[in-house]
């Protein structure tokens, strides 16, 4: 395996709460994601998938273990760069899409290049390009209280990728939309990962999208289960 | 300001609200300004007329123009005094008085020196070289019904003051002036009832007093010494308003009631901003998550309330100061000042922006994380 690495989890453990109320949310975790692959989680609830993505997206620190964004050592940045990491290396799918309410989809993107400076003409064309691929360009000017379930999820993904992101890190983004339109956005994210070479960790409910991953990981009560699925063995 | 224009936009109802409260606010502001100014004005007028670049009490802790009295000794020491170019005993007393007519006056009689800078321009009538009792006495009273021309009768002394000129707008303590050449003003004020016994003249010392020396000052540098030296205290001009009757009770009122009002304003837009930074958590953990910096948070939710207050305010007092400028034509007490309006909206914005940066402060305390979901 020759590709670079995008994404590396080291030995991560999480203990999340305090006193006697402690939570040992991750536990020795270890993962590896080269660019322009994408990994799928499973695992039942409260199993730690959440935790893993806020570790990997620097939202949480670690108690233990590092995290690699490509060449960037996150676990060793203080909050502010950890914010700055976020802003030009990663890029984030939420489940619900959590879009702004009073942007319309162009400027969901746009709010992203304003955060990483003044943005040029070029950031208006690679947005309304982004739009484009998700099949959203006539509906650029569209706030998302004008766009349906899956029109809002797609809006995310293009602004995931906005910032160029060595990482794409997506939580659930199935959940709210029926079968049909969850597979178009999963195999768009699938093909999104090819073509722009990022390394993408997507925790998903749906064992029916799994098989749009290139890789599945199983996660109990914080650990990532050894590689049991076919594709996964595969491609180890 | 990206993200603080379209939520401006977005949520425009709820901004319209608040900023048509700060909009009333700066629309009370700029007439309450204008009816400060208008009720100084009217206090203190006639001091603002004065030549004199200085006025010296007698000492006092609180120097009055009426309870000050001074005498000869301290203005010819005033007249050597290195830096002051010229100076004029001048005496000031409130009198009710009658007109020819019957009619109830109060008239402040001012005793100056005729011939000297405190001596009043004279709009309409004659000069105090043509009549040494005659005074001449304030617009104020000619739109009270005196006539040029009228015997003006102060009470309890009798002293009668032919009126032979008028003179602008002069105020002192809200009550008109009436100038006397200062012999006169110092029979009515020192005399007895009714001036001398037939026959008989008035004492010589009675012309030795007066209530206030004022002075023309080239070089300040030594008024302090001088006033120790003499016995009195030296005001400039727009200080000694301080001296005037009720002005400076006047003044904190009308201070507490506009610190009052920005004071409101700003627990407003405080509150406002305090209840929509909470309600936009989501989106703030949002666009955290997305890798803005709590800065740009900041920065771009003070430019928003920025935004509002000044447009809220900008249109409030442009309706206030057309309001303003139609009551300044009625005769009501009313003045604006640009100064002073300037100053009591620059204080609402600051303090607008001081309540609204408090609350905007929480945007600090969001965490990115819950942008992760409902699941903590
Ligand atoms: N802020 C928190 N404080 C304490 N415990 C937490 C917190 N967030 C999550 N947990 C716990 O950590 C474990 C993993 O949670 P999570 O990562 O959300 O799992 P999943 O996303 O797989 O449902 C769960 O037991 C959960 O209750
Ligand atoms: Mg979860």
């Known amino acids: 395996m020759s590709a670079a690495i995008g994404l590396a989890a080291e030995h991560v453990t999480l203990v999340l709460g305090d006193g006697d109320q402690q939570i040992t949310a991750l536990n020795d975790v270890s993962l590896q994601i080269t660019k322009g692959e994408c990994v799928a989680v499973v695992g039942p609830s409260g199993s730690g998938k959440s935790s893993l993505l806020a570790v990997c997206g620097g939202l949480r620190a670690p108690t233990k273990g590092r995290i690699r964004i490509g060449e960037t050592d996150l676990t060793a940045l203080k909050d502010s760069q950890r914010t700055g990491v976020r802003r030009s290396k990663i890029g984030f799918v939420f489940q619900q899409s959590n879009l702004v309410p009073s942007l319309s989809a162009l400027d969901q993107l746009m709010l992203i290049a304003h955060v990483n400076g003044s943005p040029t003409k070029a950031d208006e064309n690679r947005a309304m390009k982004l739009l484009d691929s998700v099949g959203l360009a006539a509906r650029a000017r569209r706030r998302p209280g004008q766009l349906s379930g899956g029109e809002c999820q797609r809006v995310g993904i293009a602004r995931a990728l906005m910032n160029r992101p060595d990482v794409l890190l997506v939580d659930e983004p199935t959940s709210m939309l029926d079968h049909n339109r969850g597979t178009d956005i999963v195999k768009l994210l699938a093909t999104q990962t090819k073509e722009h070479g990022v390394a993408t960790l997507m925790v998903t409910h749906d064992a029916s999208m799994l098989s749009w991953a290139d890789r599945v990981l199983r996660m109990e009560d914080g650990r990532v289960l050894p590689a049991s699925s076919p594709m996964a063995t595969a491609a180890q | ?376």
């Open chain 2, 1 to 376: 300001m990206f993200l603080a224009l379209r939520d401006l936009a977005f949520a425009k109802g709820r901004f319209a609200l608040m900023a048509t409260v700060i909009l009333l606010v700066a629309f009370l502001m700029v007439l309450l300004s204008g009816l400060s100014s208008g009720l100084i004005e009217r206090n203190v007028s006639g001091i603002k007329l004065m030549k004199a670049t200085h006025i010296a009490f007698e000492l006092d802790n609180i120097p009055s123009y009426t309870n000050s009295f001074v005498d000869k000794e301290m203005w010819e020491a005033w007249a050597k005094v290195p830096g002051v170019s010229a100076m004029t005993p001048t005496g000031i007393t409130a009198f009710n008085a009658r007109n020819s007519n019957g009619t109830a006056l109060t008239v402040a009689l001012m005793g100056v020196v005729p011939g000297s800078f405190m001596e009043p321009n004279v709009l309409a009538g004659a000069t105090f070289a043509s009549d040494p009792r005659g005074v001449i006495i304030s617009d104020e009273l000619i739109e009270k019904g005196v006539k040029v021309g009228d015997v003006i009768r102060l009470d309890r002394v009798l002293t009668e003051l032919k009126v032979i000129g008028t003179a602008a707008h002069a105020n002192i303590g809200h009550v008109p002036i009436a100038y006397a050449p200062l012999p006169l003003w110092q029979e009515a004020t020192y005399g007895p009832p009714g001036g001398p016994p037939p026959g008989d003249e008035l004492p010589k010392v009675l012309f030795d007093y007066a209530s206030v020396i004022a002075l023309q000052v080239s070089d300040p540098a030594q008024l302090k010494k001088a006033d120790d030296e003499i016995g009195t205290v030296t005001l400039s001009r727009e200080e000694s308003f301080n001296a005037a009757p009720a002005y400076r009770e006047e003044v904190l009122t009308v201070f507490l009631i506009q610190g009052f009002m920005i004071f409101v304003s700003a627990m407003v837009v405080g509150a406002f901003f305090a209840v929509w930074t909470i309600q936009r958590t989501p989106e703030i953990g949002l666009v955290k998550a997305l890798g803005a910096s709590t800065g740009y948070l900041m920065r771009d939710a003070l430019a928003q309330a920025l935004v509002v207050l000044t447009s809220a305010i900008a249109v409030g007092g442009v309706i206030g100061y057309m309001l303003g400028r139609y009551i300044d034509t009625t005769g009501v007490s009313f003045k604006l000042e640009s100064a002073a309006v300037g100053l009591n909206i620059g204080l609402l914005l600051v303090a607008g922006l001081i309540g609204a940066a408090l609350s905007i402060r929480r945007i600090g305390s969001v965490d990115p994380i819950i942008a992760l979901g409902a699941e903590r």
